[in-house]
């Protein structure tokens, strides 16, 4: 079985689908078989691993529905072990779908919870793109990984937004998947030459030391404008600060689950 890694924090604009896209395409690169699942119906990570939407025919969201099995839905991309289980625009209405054909009987409970169970037999790590929610589709990826990552901006509206997530992670964790852990705090966007983001970083050294990857994603251009390109940074620009940060990352997160 394959370690299934979410990456969720419902403020939006994080950094998720950056880190989520890098770190599988690096850990992919350097060997493991690795599946990423777009759980997000914005579809970043569809586009930024280089997948033209308009051209897509089976997605999340048919496996989640019911109506794919999840291993046509498996698209291998151009990078080296990198798969892709893509999300559309149509993913959009799966939460109300789900929540009717659960009430007229049509479908088990966990049915989206034994398909990516079921598909990480064939994979080293599967890594969850989740949508800036805590709803139905976060709560899915939560429930059926092994880990949560936790991508974070040095704002001080994150902090605020980090105890409503761990007592999500918590809830889940009780309820629905004891196996569920936080593997790490991502820093991105950094700027260390910033007064608050120093004040918020030495804020959560005090409550979440153990839990901060110790080497943080900075701004960089690069990694901005590598999706347009299709490309994840490894890929993009190899031996740029931001690829090696994600190398970093990707290492001490394979050391950590
Ligand atoms: N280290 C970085 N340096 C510069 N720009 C970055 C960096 N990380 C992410 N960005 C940019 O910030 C924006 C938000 O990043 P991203 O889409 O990964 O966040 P997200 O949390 O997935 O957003 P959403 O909540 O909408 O899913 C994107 O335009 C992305 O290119
Ligand atoms: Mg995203």
Do not use: W
Not at 46 to 75: F, H, M, P, Q, R
């Amino acid at each position: 079985m394959g370690k299934i890694v979410s990456f969720s924090n419902q403020k939006g604009g994080v950094g998720k689908t950056t880190s989520c896209v890098n770190i599988a395409a690096q850990i992919a690169n350097k060997g493991k078989k690795v599946l990423m699942i777009d759980m997000d119906p914005q579809g970043n990570a569809t586009s930024g691993i280089g997948l033209s939407k308009s051209k897509i025919k089976k997605t999340i969201y048919e496996v989640i529905i019911g109506k794919c099995d999840v291993k046509d839905a498996v698209i291998k991309t151009k990078f080296k072990n990198l798969s892709v289980i893509p999300a559309t625009i149509d993913l959009a209405g799966a939460e109300i779908e789900l929540h009717d054909l659960q009430e007229a009987g049509e479908i088990e409970i966990d049915f989206i919870k034994e398909a990516i169970k079921s598909i990480s037999s064939e994979f080293d790590y599967v890594f969850i793109d989740c949508p800036p929610s805590l709803g139905m589709l976060t709560v899915k990826a939560l429930s059926v990984s092994d880990g949560v990552v936790i991508p974070m901006q040095c704002e001080f509206y994150s902090l605020e937004g980090m105890s409503q997530l761990f007592n999500t992670i918590k809830i889940i964790h009780q309820r629905f998947n004891p196996e569920l852990r936080i593997v790490g705090i991502l820093l991105t966007m950094y700027n260390g030459r910033l007064t608050l983001t120093n004040q918020v970083v030495s804020e959560l050294k005090k409550y979440y030391a153990d839990k901060l990857f110790k080497v943080p994603i900075s701004r960089t251009v690069r990694i901005s404008e590598a999706p347009g390109y299709g490309e994840p940074i490894c890929y993009h620009d190899p031996y740029g600060k931001g690829s090696l940060e994600y190398a970093a990352v990707a290492k001490e997160l394979m050391m950590r689950i």
